[in-house]
């Protein structure tokens, strides 16, 4: 149980273009999912965290803009890039919380974005 | 908020050695602290949690270690195996119910 989806699994495209990548809860419903950035051997940097039906919240330094995230439903969130550039690549990746409070969050595959 | 300390960075061990990694957090209030393994390219998973109503919790070679007045957690593998190699990151939760993660700390089994 608790598996989460995150498709694409790797996008590779031209700088401007804009990436959608989606999350999605298989088996519970997701009351919060929250997305990461990943660097190359560091830690998972949160961007922001969403609420079903209302507006994500975003960390600090993260452009709202930028990173348009939308949680239209218990089961999906989807982030997108929009105007993607070069120094946007990098490894995406997303997770959900079955609950509320002090519980385990289920991660996706995460998604390797490279733009050229 | 809460800040979450993870040492060391890199621990190298020989097969079969036990390996320790350490946490700190500043926050009082959290009360939830999981422990992740993420193998290279892949998703970090779950591999044990512990809330604060315990202070030890055990799952075959691993177990984690709570220490509330000191806050401060730990992760215990023994006999370790190469297939242990991975990064591990620990977490805090509280009030706020956002997690806030570690640094990681890239453990090395050898053979």
């Known amino acids: 149980g608790a598996v989460v989806s995150q498709h694409p699994s790797r996008v590779i495209c031209k700088s401007g273009t804009s990436v959608k990548i989606e999350c999605r809860s298989l088996?519970?419903?997701?009351?919060?999912m929250f997305w990461y950035r990943q660097f190359p051997k560091q830690s998972l940097m949160l961007m922001a965290t969403s609420n079903e039906g209302s507006k994500a919240t975003y960390e600090q330094g993260v452009e709202k803009d930028k990173f348009l995230i939308n949680h239209a439903s218990l089961t999906l969130s989807t982030l997108t890039v929009t105007s993607a550039h070069p120094e946007d690549s990098s490894f995406y990746i997303c997770?959900?919380?079955?609950?509320?409070?002090?519980?385990?969050?289920?991660f996706g595959d995460g998604t390797r974005l490279s733009i050229l | 908020g809460e800040n979450v300390e993870q040492h060391p960075s890199t621990l190298s061990v020989q097969e079969g050695d036990s390996a320790v990694i350490k946490c700190t957090y500043s926050?009082?209030?959290?009360?939830?602290f999981p422990w992740y393994k993420q193998e290279l390219g892949k998703r970090p998973q779950l591999i044990i949690d512990i809330r604060s109503n315990v202070g030890e919790k055990k799952d075959q070679r691993i177990a984690v270690t709570l220490n509330k007045t000191a806050k401060h957690f730990s992760l215990h593998i023994t006999e370790t195996q190469p297939e242990d190699s991975a990064v591990y990151f620990c977490a805090a939760l509280g009030g706020s119910y956002i997690p806030t993660f570690g640094r990681g700390t890239s453990l090395i089994v050898h053979p």
């Open positions: 088996d519970f419903q997701a009351t919060t």
């Open positions: 926050d009082s209030a959290s009360n939830y």
């Open positions: 997770s959900a919380s079955g609950g509320v409070g002090d519980q385990p969050q289920h």
